[in-house]
């Protein structure tokens, strides 16, 4: 089993910029890949970013070139840097790991840019 604490949301006005961090505890030996999505009001989760163990990334279309994925060392950590946040950015955000066959995610945690 593996759980996930995901931090760093909040509120921001547009242009600004924001942090995410999500670590993982339990199972976490055996970790492969680790992403965010995000689910906006009354639309369906979507891919944001996802690191693969190897340091391969892939982002949506929307978010290239402002937003950037990356892991801390002890690998059990994944970050979301995001910049120049525009309110279509506004959602909840949500962390996903892969280990093995499986896959777990966090509880989400809100940002909210406007002005």
């Known amino acids: 089993q593996v759980q996930l604490v995901e931090s760093g949301g909040g509120f921001v006005q547009p242009g600004g910029s924001l942090r995410l961090s999500c670590a993982a505890s339990g199972i976490i030996s055996s970790i492969n890949d680790m992403g965010w999505y995000r689910q906006a009001p009354g639309k369906e989760r979507e891919l944001v970013a996802v690191?693969?163990?190897?340091?391969?990334?892939n982002y949506a279309d929307s978010v290239k070139g402002r937003f950037t994925i990356s892991r801390g060392n002890a690998k059990n950590t994944v970050y979301l840097q995001m910049n120049s946040l525009k309110p279509e950015d506004t959602a909840v955000y949500y962390c996903?790991?892969?280990?093995?066959?499986?896959?777990?995610w966090g509880k989400g945690t809100l940002v909210t840019v406007s002005s």
């Open positions: 690191m693969a163990t190897y340091g391969i990334t």
């Open positions: 996903r790991v892969w280990v093995g066959t499986m896959d777990y």
